[in-house]
């Protein structure tokens, strides 16, 4: 059963990988590109990976895959966002037509105000925490001298570096919203896969537009989420967010009003899961 889970990844992998090179030859921008070597290849890492972590012998070759696999969730999508961002705001950039364009004028960014929407509380710990558990999973190991250097990177990044400390959201969260939220992320990503490859392989030309939402979520934990789950679904990247404007590039926009919904429908669920007694009220009907 393992060799068969095992090999299923891998095949699923290697044919994301192969869309993702197909995409980059058939795309006709660099906007439209990084839909395919961002997203698709990326997953297809995943999925190796998680064929990988599922054949390891040792429990810390496992804890060192999924380390892979977290950093490639956290990290992929912000990628993706800063190189459509620098694309779409250089003049020297040749961009396709597209459908629907509403990205404004660059605005001017307010440096030093302090984030909003949550609180540091146990922050630092948690921060520590993050980086002994990352450190433990890169050596694969608990020896004396790996677990003493993981509490030194963790205490003197925690403190050397204040900035990088989360924010305690500011709401409650619900374990049960927390489950349906990812299992719709999951079929998302897995019905995107199947448009874009769609696309791909049948050599349509996309349709792609920029359209501007305007959000409800308050804190940046729930908006980084946001952002994060829209540019790692296939065929859409979060550009640029401006107070509560948020930029989407869209790689083949069908329904503009189908499509704001279905993004509506993810900020509900995730102030559902995270969001404060506010943000709910604010959602509520009637």
Not at 13 to 26: N, W
Not at 194 to 211: H, L, M, S
Not at 223 to 249: D, K, Q
Request: charged share 15%.
């Amino acid at each position: 059963m393992i060799d068969v889970l095992a090999g299923t990844a891998i095949i699923v992998g290697s044919g994301l990988a192969v869309l993702a090179g197909l995409g980059l030859l058939r795309f006709p921008d660099v906007l439209t590109r990084l839909h395919a070597s961002s997203k698709a290849a990326t997953m297809g890492v995943i999925a190796t990976t998680f064929a990988a972590a599922v054949e390891a012998d040792t429990l810390g070759a496992v804890a060192l895959l999924v380390l892979v696999i977290g950093l490639l969730f956290l990290s992929a999508p912000i990628g993706a966002s800063l190189l459509a961002r620098a694309a779409a705001r250089d003049p020297d950039t040749q961009l396709v037509a597209m459908v629907r364009n509403d990205l404004g004028p660059v605005e001017p960014e307010h440096a030093g105000s302090a984030p909003s929407g949550g609180s540091q509380g146990m922050a630092p710990a948690f921060l520590a925490l993050w980086l002994v558990i990352v450190w433990v999973a890169l050596f694969a190991s608990l020896t004396p001298g790996v677990a003493i250097g993981a509490v030194v990177v963790g205490v003197v990044v925690t403190i050397a570096l204040p900035g990088l400390r989360p924010r305690r959201p500011s709401g409650i969260v619900r374990p049960l919203a927390v489950i349906r939220l990812a299992g719709h992320f999951v079929w998302s990503v897995i019905a995107a896969n199947i448009d874009v490859a769609k696309t791909v392989i049948v050599g349509r030309a996309p349709r792609p537009a920029i359209v501007e939402i305007e959000l409800h979520v308050e804190s940046p934990t729930e908006t980084a989420l946001l952002m994060n789950m829209i540019t790692f679904t296939p065929g859409t990247v979060a550009l640029e967010l401006h107070e509560r404007t948020l930029s989407v590039h869209v790689l083949d926009l069908d329904d503009t009003e189908s499509f704001v919904a279905e993004l509506a429908k993810l900020e509900r669920m995730i102030i559902d899961a995270f969001g404060s007694p506010r943000e709910r009220a604010e959602l509520s009907p009637g």
